[in-house]
Structures are given as C-alpha cells and as structure tokens.
C-alpha cells in the first residue's frame, strides 16, 4: 500500500469514527430526554411528557421511519396526547405510528395490531364507534394471521368487536362476536375472564335498549352466574348484576321479580357497607320503590321509615335528604290508604314544607335585597308552585281544609296561577262548596289552565 492510499484509509478511519461517535451521542441523548418524558408521565404530567417526548421526536424525524426510535417516539407522543384528552392529536399520531410501523415491520406485524388496538380506544374515547369498528375488524386479521383463529388473543380481540358492535346497536354480530370467544376460551381451558363477561354484560344492555328483552334475559342471567363464580355471591359487584336483571324485569312489567331481584341486591350492600351507609339507603330507597310497584305498600312503609331514620341521624332533620324521605314515607302511606297512620309523617312535612316556603317568601320581599324584578318574579313563581304542592300532597293526605288553605295561599300571591284555581275546584267541591268550586274553575279556564312538569294537580289525588 503506498502513502496515498494509508492516507486516504487514515482519513476514512477518522471520519467513521466520528460518525460513529455522533451517532451514539445523538441516541444517548434521545434515551436521556425519552427516560424524562416517561418520569413525567409517572407524575401525571403529561403536557411535560408531550414536551420532552416532542423533543425526542425532533431528533429522531430526519432518520425517518426506517429508524426504530421513530415509531416508538411518535407512540409515547400519542400515549400523552391521549392522557390529556386530546383525541384528535392522538388519533393523527397513532395513524403516523401505524404507517412507520407497517413500513418498518410489514402490515401485519403484531405490533401494527397493537398500535391499531391503541387507536381503537381512542376512537371509542370519543364514542366514534363507526371508526373504530373497521379497525378493530384490521386488528382482529392481523392476529389470526398471526396466531391462528383459536389463540387466547384472538379472544380478547373478538371481546373488543363486540363491544363495539354493541354500541353501534349491532347485537346479533357482537353476540355471535362473544359466543367465538367463549368458544376460544373453552378450547383453551380456560374459565370465563372478566373481559368476556363484561362484554357479555354490554351485548345484553344491547339487546336491552332495543326492546328486544328475550335475547337480553338468559345473557344477564349467565353474566349473574359467571360474576358470582369469580367473584363471589357477595361481591360489590354482584349487585349491579341483581340491578340488571330488576331493570329487564322492570320493562317486562314483573314486580315480583324487580322485587325479589332488588332484594338480593340489598342483602349484598347491607353485608358490604352495613346499615347506615350512603350506598345502603340509596339501595333501600330502589327497594323501596320496588314494593311500591308491586302493590307492597307495607313493606315499602317499612323500607322508607328506614330510611328516613338513617337520614335523620346521619344528615339530621333540616336536610333536604330528610325532607325527600319524609316524603317518600308519605307516599308510601297514601298509597295504601292508610290516612291516620299517615299524619304524623305528614304533619312534619307539612311544618318543613312551611317553614322553608315562607323564609323563601321572606327574601323575596325583603326590600334591603338587592334583586332584579325578573329575580323577583322567577322566586315568587317558585313559591307559588310549591305552596300548590303543599296544597296537592295535604289533599292526597285526606287533610282537605289544608288543602284549600294552600291552594289560596297561591291563588293571593299570583290571582292568574290558573292550576292552583282548578285545585282548588276540586277540594272545594268535596268540602260541599259548589258555589265556590264552580267560580275556581271558572278562573282556571279564563287563565288558560295547563301543567307544567314542576307542578302538582289534585286531579289524580284521593
């Protein structure tokens, strides 16, 4: 070799070697602000990681996709847009991810399956079903190709299909989405998982919201008996089973499977949370409710009085959850006609309902307070509602001359409040005043009687 060759490999050597030297400085630093970007994700701070994980990405782009790190920082990059709730940046980057990927490793490589998976919760983030589901359709082809149509993954990939099948309101596809997976898991000797299950529980509910309850019922049924097998008969979790199938029973218009169904339901909240807890009266109030449709209206008495005893110890007698107890205990009575066993829960309400009418009325004229006219005017009008009320919930209570006395408190404050007028008519007409039942309605037709959602007609009262 003469001189001007070992000079020229002299040269050559160095070059390398700082082309080598470059390279691995640049991935030193693309690992140094990667490893940040993933500590601040740890933090839960992601516009940090988006910020290091954009930097990252800036050092990697030139290399272009034929560079690994460039589909693995482009996938941290959408993994914080995503965290932040910025669907449309994370689904424009996960779509960069797949196309690198599908260029580096081929289009039907597990990991663009994994990506495509990724997008796919995006997608169903937002509730764009419709985008997903060809997606999840890719994703399920490229691990059949990949594994074979029997693997565990193709399981859990037919649970995400159906499930998104269900709700784009396609059930018979996502059942028979389901029914292959079970059958997967079967052949594969493994019990049901929680993923099938629930999955099982969205493709009732689907059923369900189409009024088709046959195809729903033995799918909330089997959900019930594979939940207590994993779980246990007195797991939390049992209970939103009972609830779904007191819903179903609901819409069938069998009380006494809502009944026997909201029961279970509260024997498993009672042993999770005892007596006096939050979750237990609003479980007892469903109860409640149930006996009630069911023509249980003992039972149901005994359900809100206690109630109403939890309320009035844990949240005392001014709560406006005390009030709403009252009055469930009230209505209880009413509808079983028990009108002397009604009014001590009913003479309560009726000082609470009072109480809290005349300080609304209070404020309302207080000349001191600064309010605008409509102000004024939106508060009268709620406390000549709720004076009608009183009046309709006294007459429901057999308590007649209250009635009247609080259908003309209404009448004072507002002379055209035409429901009050027409009220009144009816109350009065069972006092034995016809004179006076017939001028009511009379000035309930001249003010254009109506009801509006927030108001009580005696119409339908005992």
Same mark, same amino acid.
């Given at each position: 070799?003469?001189? @001007? $060759?070992?000079?020229? %490999? ?25 490893? @940040? ?14 910020? *290091? ?6 050092? !990697? ?10 589909? *693995?920082?482009? &996938? ?26 599908? /260029? ?5 490589? +597990? ?14 983030? /937002?509730?764009?079903? $419709?985008?997903?589901? +060809? ?9 059949? @190709? ?9 399981? =859990? ?9 269900? %709700? ?16 997967? *898991? ?6 049901? =998982? ?23 019922? +033995?799918?909330?049924?089997? !959900? ?41 339901? =509260?024997?498993?909240?009672?042993? *999770? ?6 979750? &237990? ?27 109403? /005893? ?33 009014? +001590?829960? %009913? ?22 307070? @600064? ?21 309709? &919930? ?13 259908? &003309? ?13 027409? =009220? ?21 037709? /001249? ?13 339908? $009262?005992?």
């Amino acid at each position: 070799m003469n001189n @001007k $060759s070992i000079l020229s %490999f002299a040269i050559s050597s160095v070059y390398l070697l700082l082309s080598t030297s470059a390279v691995v400085a640049h991935s030193d630093e693309w690992q140094s602000i990667i490893e @940040k970007g993933k500590s601040s994700s740890i933090k839960g701070d992601y516009k940090e990681a988006e910020k *290091q994980f954009s930097l990252a990405f800036e050092l !990697v782009e030139p290399f272009g996709s034929k560079d690994i790190r460039y589909s *693995q920082t482009l &996938t941290r990059l959408a993994e914080a847009y995503w965290a932040q709730r910025s669907y449309d940046q994370a689904v424009d980057t996960y779509q960069r991810v797949i196309a690198a990927q599908e /260029k580096y490793y081929g289009d039907c490589d +597990p990991q663009v399956a994994l990506t495509i998976k990724c997008l796919v919760g995006v997608y169903c983030s /937002k509730g764009r079903h $419709s985008q997903a589901e +060809p997606l999840a359709r890719r994703m399920l082809a490229i691990d059949e @190709k990949n594994f074979g149509t029997a693997h565990p993954e193709i399981a =859990n990939d037919l649970n995400h299909l159906a499930t998104i099948l269900c %709700f784009e309101h396609k059930s018979a596809e996502a059942e028979a989405s389901l029914l292959r997976a079970l059958e997967i *898991q079967k052949s594969n000797d493994f019990s049901v =998982n929680f993923s099938t299950v629930d999955t099982m529980r969205n493709v009732a509910w689907s059923y369900y919201t189409q009024g088709n309850f046959d195809r729903a019922r +033995p799918l909330y049924e089997a !959900v019930l008996v594979y939940k207590t097998k994993l779980l246990g008969e007195n797991h939390p979790a049992i209970v939103a089973c009972f609830r779904d199938l007191a819903m179903l029973h609901k819409a069938l218009n069998d009380h006494q499977k809502v009944v026997e169904y909201c029961e279970k339901a =509260n024997d498993v909240v009672e042993k *999770q949370n005892g007596l006096n807890s939050l979750t &237990t009266v609003q479980s007892l109030n469903t109860l409640g409710k149930a006996y009630g449709d069911a023509g249980e209206h003992k039972k149901a008495q005994e359900t809100f009085v206690r109630v109403l /005893k939890i309320r009035e110890k844990e949240q005392g007698s001014n709560s406006a959850e005390f009030e709403r107890a009252l009055s469930d205990v009230v209505l209880s009575y009413v509808h079983d006609h028990e009108y002397t066993q009604v009014l +001590p829960y %009913f003479r309560r309400l009726k000082r609470i309902g009072i109480s809290k009418l005349e300080a609304q009325l209070a404020k309302a004229k207080d000349p001191k307070a @600064k309010h605008t006219k409509a102000e004024d005017a939106k508060a009268i009008q709620n406390i000549v509602i709720g004076f009608n009320n009183l009046g309709v &919930t006294c007459l429901n209570c057999n308590q007649k001359a209250d009635a009247e006395r609080f259908f &003309t408190r209404a009448v004072k404050l507002d002379p055209s409040y035409s429901l009050a007028y027409e =009220n009144r008519a009816i109350v009065r007409k069972q006092l034995g005043d016809l004179k006076g039942s017939t001028a009511d309605r009379l000035m309930a037709k /001249k003010h254009g009687f109506g009801v509006s959602n927030c108001e009580l007609t005696a119409k339908t $009262s005992h």
